[in-house]
Nanobody, 128 residues
Framework: QVQLVESGGGVVEAGDSLRLSCAASGHTFSMYNMGWFRQAPGKEREFVAAMAWNTGRTEYGDSVKGRFIISRDNAKNMAFLQMNSLKSEDTAVYYC?????????????????????WGQGTQVTVSS
């Protein structure tokens, strides 16, 4: 069983930056496709970013393109989400997710059903 633990959330002002971390257990982290999602109160879960394990290909949700950057450190079993130029509409609980299929294909990185493991989430609040 893979466990994911997010950290780094907090309260910031609009225009600030924040870096979220996701610590993963398990010996095959380097072969997990990793994703970040968020959910604001009263809204559906929204795709934020994803990174394929084998190609390093990244994808981003339209609302965060050019502002957020996903990365990973396989040696430390960590994934990260660098969030820049934060806006009030970025306020949400942020979740990291891992696709534990160990496959080389990554057909739907923006679809939550792609992922087998989820963290408990970390709150990000951006005040305007």
């Amino acid at each position: 069983q893979v466990q994911l633990v997010e950290s780094g959330g907090g309260v910031v002002e609009a225009g600030d930056s924040l870096r979220l971390s996701c610590a993963a257990s398990g010996h095959t982290f380097s072969m997990y496709n990793m994703g970040w999602f968020r959910q604001a109160p009263g809204k559906e879960r929204e795709f934020v970013a994803a990174m394929a394990w084998n190609t390093g290909r990244t994808e981003y949700g339209d609302s965060v393109k050019g502002r957020f950057i996903i990365s990973r450190d396989n040696a430390k079993n960590m994934a990260f989400l660098q969030m820049n130029s934060l806006k009030s509409e970025d306020t949400a609980v942020y979740y990291c997710a891992a696709d534990g299929s160990l496959k080389t294909t990554y057909p739907n990185p923006s679809d939550p059903i792609q992922y087998h493991y989820w963290g408990q989430g970390t709150q990000v609040t951006v005040s305007s």
